[in-house]
């Protein structure tokens, strides 16, 4: 008798035991693909009417130190005269609540009187530790990187996504500022 009620409190708890977690998927979102260069690129050229070329350069500027940890050691290029920023930064990547390296992309901006352009492109994951270099490489990659789970594969594309339209979605909201600067006091 005790054997047939462990068996059944077994088979009533397993479901959720192996119940996958909500949201988690093995498949990856569909990803902005460059039809040119074949990379995932986010672009895009946004109006900001009434804003001069050097207005929208420090506001660039300074949306890069507060979304960089380390804006100095991210920016590579300035170059004011020609509107352009360049920067390389890295997204933090975690699976199962663990760090798993960064995904590393590169940054630029164009700014010209009344709009602005933003490139996003070259995401590659690299995780390199001292036994093992972990990297999966870039994201535009259509298969799981050997040796790599589906669902990490397909987790690292997905966050990656969704913090890449954050950060848009902020440096939108950067560039469009208006009204006094906050050191204007």
């Known amino acids: 008798m005790k054997y047939i009620l462990f068996a059944l409190a077994l088979l009533t708890t397993a479901p959720s035991v192996y119940a996958q977690k909500a949201g988690t998927?093995?498949?990856?979102?569909?990803l902005p693909i460059d039809p040119n260069t074949h990379l995932m690129t986010y672009t895009a050229v946004v109006e900001v009417p009434g804003a001069t070329k050097d207005e929208l350069y420090a506001r660039a500027l300074e949306w890069m130190a507060k979304t960089y940890q380390s804006a100095n050691d991210v920016v590579q290029l300035k170059d004011k005269a020609a509107g352009e920023i360049i920067?390389?930064?890295g997204i933090p990547?975690?699976?199962k609540h663990q760090p798993c390296g960064y995904v590393v992309h590169t940054q630029t901006l164009f700014v010209k009187d009344g709009r602005y352009k933003f490139?996003?492109?070259d995401f590659k994951h690299v995780n390199v530790l001292p036994v093992r270099d972990w990297s999966m490489g870039p994201l535009e990659q259509?298969?799981?990187?050997?040796?790599f789970l589906k669902r990490a594969w397909a987790e690292?594309?997905?966050?990656?996504d969704e913090k890449a339209k954050a950060m848009i979605a902020s440096l939108e909201q950067?560039?469009?500022a208006k009204g006094k600067a906050a050191s204007d006091f």
Do not use: D, H, R
């Open 25 to 30: 998927t093995e498949t990856a979102p569909a």
């Open 87 to 89: 920067a390389k930064g």
């Open 93 to 95: 990547f975690f699976f």
């Open 119 to 121: 490139v996003m492109t």
């Open 142 to 147: 259509p298969t799981t990187p050997k040796g």
């Open 156 to 160: 690292v594309q997905s966050t990656t």
């Open 174 to 176: 950067a560039m469009q």
